[in-house]
């Protein structure tokens, strides 16, 4: 599985952004694809998943009402949309793949992972 984030960059507080991870061939049928991030000094804490089966999606409450995750299986990628974007968004985002569902993502414990995208948000 080979992942591949991209759309970062330094955006105003209040603006939004729009991160793609590439997967490749066939992962989005097989794998759930999370989103993860890691500021400076922090923990990494699970942004957002969508599972491969039945596309059930997973936010974190950090997050919940201002990202949107999206798959598109024709592309093989999977959209994180990130509106009202805080400072305290700021951090390394990575996506990661694990079979079938979320429980690892949930579990902060994902298995294949991209090199991740600098987010910035700041005035």
């Known amino acids: 599985v080979q992942l591949e984030e991209s759309g970062g960059g330094l955006v105003q507080p209040g603006g939004s952004l729009r991160l793609s991870c590439l997967t490749s061939?066939?992962?989005?049928?097989?794998?759930?694809i999370g989103w993860f991030r890691q500021a400076p000094g922090k923990e990494r804490e699970g942004v957002s998943c969508?599972?491969?089966?039945?596309?059930?999606?997973s936010y974190a409450d950090s997050v919940r009402g201002r990202f949107i995750i999206s798959r598109d299986n024709a592309k093989n990628t999977v959209n994180l949309q990130m509106d009202s974007l805080k400072p305290e968004d700021t951090a390394v985002y990575y996506c990661?793949?694990?079979?079938?569902?979320?429980?690892?993502?949930?579990?902060?414990?994902?298995?294949?992972w991209g090199r991740g995208t600098q987010v910035t948000v700041s005035s």
């Open positions: 990661a793949a694990d079979p079938l569902d979320c429980s690892a993502w949930k579990e902060n414990r994902s298995i294949f």
């Open positions: 061939g066939s992962t989005l049928d097989y794998y759930a």
């Open positions: 969508i599972a491969s089966v039945d596309g059930s999606i």
